[in-house]
């Protein structure tokens, strides 16, 4: 039987009376992102465009000209995230976790007021994101982020940075392994487990948290002080098991790994998902009424990931196709197991 579905890509709003029946307008990951389709449907669903975004950015010594190639990059990304209409959240937190707040004031905390952006105050982020070379030399990054992410430092704060049903991407800056201990061993698991449970996979399907890493993947480093070549493997793991973006922090041009970030953070927000296996080549697609084709460059493709043992599919948005935040998406498709 052929599924007919259409979705409009405009922010949740508990006003607007629908037709298909949703459970309420609290914050909540089940409104996430492209909902899947209905057997029988009618009305318009509504998705959540709302990501929050978090940058944890090693404040020790020689760090000062890699957050300057980072911040030098932001306006790009914050166009972009504009022109889709996203609902972003922005916030910067440093890898000193010392208790000595006198000696480094930036440590156990988001930094600036507000403690996040939204797109009024966006602007601020570029400075904000410099946060200097004077922190602690035992770099904690996992724990920093473990910390200004909790729900205890948040509610002590009275801050509502994290939202439930917001997508979290966490942008991991140091050119230096992790040393965290506090909440957890950062070489086993404990910081995937954390988020796992801080930001559980949405309903509607796919991860509600990514973690990307700009940093030493190899064993050729470029601290310009001479140190010990130190790759973040304990970073590289939770890229891995979000599947976020990994790139080299000896790049002096940051330019295509905020490019790569970007696309993520998009990818994950517009992604179509299927209940079921769909056969290819009944899928037909328009976004804003136009026909959108298969393409890698300003179509769509068909995509899979593993999620809890099992394969899932969902449909991938390219260029000029990538739905902004108030656009109709439709979808038709002949499911595999009808075929």
């Not at 729900?151 to 509502?160: K, V």
């Amino acid at each position: 039987m052929l599924k007919r579905i259409v979705l409009s890509l405009i922010a949740v709003l508990c006003s607007v009376a629908i037709v298909v029946s949703l459970s309420g307008c609290a914050d909540r990951a089940t409104s996430f992102g492209l909902s899947s389709q209905q057997d029988t449907f009618s009305g318009k669903v509504f998705y959540n465009n709302k990501v929050d975004i978090l940058f944890v950015v090693d404040n020790s010594k020689s760090m000062l000209q890699y957050q300057q190639r980072l911040a030098a990059q932001m306006q790009t990304m914050i166009s972009t995230l504009n022109s889709l209409k996203m609902d972003y959240r922005v916030a910067v937190t440093t890898s000193t976790m010392s208790s000595d707040s006198s000696m480094y004031p930036l440590t156990r905390k988001l930094v600036g007021s507000p403690v996040y952006l939204t797109a009024s105050n966006i602007h601020l982020l570029t400075d904000r994101i410099i946060v200097g070379e004077s922190g602690s030399d035992l770099e904690r990054s996992l724990d920093a982020m473990h910390l200004v992410t909790s729900a205890s430092y948040l509610s002590g704060i009275g801050s509502d940075f994290i939202r439930s049903d917001a997508l979290l991407s966490i942008v991991f800056i140091s050119d230096e392994r992790d040393q965290s201990s506090e909440f957890g061993n950062p070489n086993s698991n404990d910081f995937i487990n954390y988020l796992n449970s801080r930001k559980p996979d949405f309903d509607t399907g796919g991860k509600a948290w990514l973690a990307n890493y700009i940093g030493i993947l190899t064993n050729q480093g470029c601290d310009i002080l001479g140190g010990t070549v130190s790759i973040g493997t304990q970073f590289i793991s939770l890229v891995t098991a979000s599947n976020g973006v990994k790139s080299s922090i000896c790049n002096a041009d940051l330019s295509g790994t905020v490019s790569n970030i970007k696309a993520r953070i998009i990818d994950q927000i517009t992604a179509y998902r299927f209940r079921d296996t769909p056969n290819k080549a009944t899928i037909g697609v328009t976004v804003g009424g136009r026909t959108i084709l298969e393409d890698v460059v300003n179509g769509w493709t068909l995509e899979n990931e593993s999620l809890t043992g099992y394969k899932k599919y969902f449909l991938k948005f390219h260029g000029s196709s990538i739905p902004a935040a108030d656009e109709n998406v439709d979808v038709r498709y002949t499911p595999l197991s009808a075929s």
